[in-house]
């Protein structure tokens, strides 16, 4: 059986990355495709490394475009998914990639969306417990954020076995450009994005640091506080996140090594390195895979775990495709590789 699949904001970064992996996709079929302002011109306009859709016409976003798929995949700016989402049907399997979905608490959501609660979904990212039986029997699907997924991948073992308490946890993440979307962002120009670093969301701010803290309380964190800085680098793909937490007494550095190796040994896009092997961005580009090690600092009494993705796979449209495979009762890594591109 094949799947019929829509994809609304097909001409944005995210969906086009959606799109590109589709078309990889053996048990899929794709439907109709649709924006906002560029409805009516052709994808190729908007995404011409998708050559075999160049000559696709984007529909505008309603609910008539998106009926008659199996699955839809919302690639649209924060705020704009709940409603579209709510026009099909429950039998139709949406997956949304923005944040509309991903929180629990509407208070949270107040405070760091500053708009009205559309609701919670299952949360699509497989490798926390017990996420696949959720994902098996669902039609919604909230894709995570790109930094939530590489900082709660990168500390998710030492969680789950007691390394480290979850209290005062510090994540600093760098991500490429693309993380921001196609919109025109002044301070993303090219002079000042080119050649230099820089940190925004700063204190604590950033709209990823509520779903870090749901998603380290999900993996046993009582009462965790996290301490998030985002960066942006000059580079188009990938996210590196530096993530550490203080370890509670007695810990080794084996401890930590044994947490990571039985977390991770059966997970097919989580790749723990070799001790000592540190993960770099540019190996996962293009892949859905995530590259993750972790040591203890014994002079700072921490666990230190480091993790890198690709920001538009496994970060979002892999992620968003791997949850996909789950809910529709395909094999979980049907038309995604863990294969990157070096150098
Ligand atoms: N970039 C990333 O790394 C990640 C992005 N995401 C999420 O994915 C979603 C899309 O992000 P991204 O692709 O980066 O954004 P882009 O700005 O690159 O693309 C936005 C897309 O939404 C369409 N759109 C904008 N406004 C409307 C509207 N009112 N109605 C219908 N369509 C509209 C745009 O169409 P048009 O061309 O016509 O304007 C475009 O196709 C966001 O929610 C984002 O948070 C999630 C994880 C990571
Ligand atoms: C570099 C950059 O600007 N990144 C984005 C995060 C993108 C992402 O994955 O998050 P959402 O799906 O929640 O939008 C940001 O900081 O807002």
Request: aromatic fraction near 6%.
């Amino acid at each position: 059986m094949t799947f019929h699949v829509a994809v609304a904001g097909c001409t944005g970064y995210a969906g086009g990355e959606v799109l590109r992996l589709l078309l990889g996709h053996p048990e899929v079929t794709i439907g109709n495709l649709t924006a906002g302002s560029s409805a009516g011109s052709r994808l190729g306009e908007h995404q011409p490394h998708l050559v075999p859709l160049a000559e696709r016409e984007v529909l505008p976003t309603t609910a008539e475009n998106l009926a008659g798929h199996d699955v839809v995949f919302l690639a649209l700016p924060h705020g704009t998914s709940g409603a579209v989402a709510a026009e099909l049907g429950p039998e139709v399997l949406v997956v949304d990639c923005g944040a509309d979905f991903r929180l629990a608490d509407p208070e949270q959501w107040a405070k760091y969306y500053q708009s009205e609660h559309a609701g919670t979904w299952p949360y699509g990212l497989p490798e926390l417990p017990g996420a696949r039986e959720e994902l098996a029997t669902t039609r919604r699907i909230a894709v995570p954020g790109c930094y939530p997924t590489t900082a709660t991948l990168a500390l998710a073992p030492a969680l789950i076995h007691g390394l480290v308490d979850g209290r005062d946890v510090v994540v600093a993440a760098a991500s490429g450009s693309s993380g921001a979307g196609k919109g025109l962002k002044p301070h993303l120009l090219g002079a000042e994005l080119f050649g230099s670093a820089q940190a925004y969301g700063v204190g604590g701010v950033h709209r990823h640091t509520p779903e870090l803290l749901q998603n380290y309380a999900r993996l046993g964190a009582s009462e965790p506080t996290v301490s998030f800085t985002p960066l942006l680098v000059p580079m188009a793909r990938g996210i590196l996140a530096v993530v550490s937490a203080p370890a509670v007494p007695g810990v080794t550095a084996d401890q930590v090594r044994q947490a990571y190796q039985d977390s991770y040994a059966e997970e097919r896009f989580v790749h723990l390195l070799p001790e000592g092997v540190w993960p770099v961005s540019q190996n996962v580009v293009g892949s859905n895979a995530v590259h993750v090690n972790a040591t203890f600092d014994p002079d700072a009494g921490r666990v230190v775990a480091i993790a890198a993705l690709d920001n538009l796979c496994k970060g979002t449209a892999g992620g968003a495709i791997q949850s996909m495979n789950i809910a529709l009762g395909l094999d979980e890594a049907t038309g995604l590789s863990s294969i990157g591109v070096a150098p």
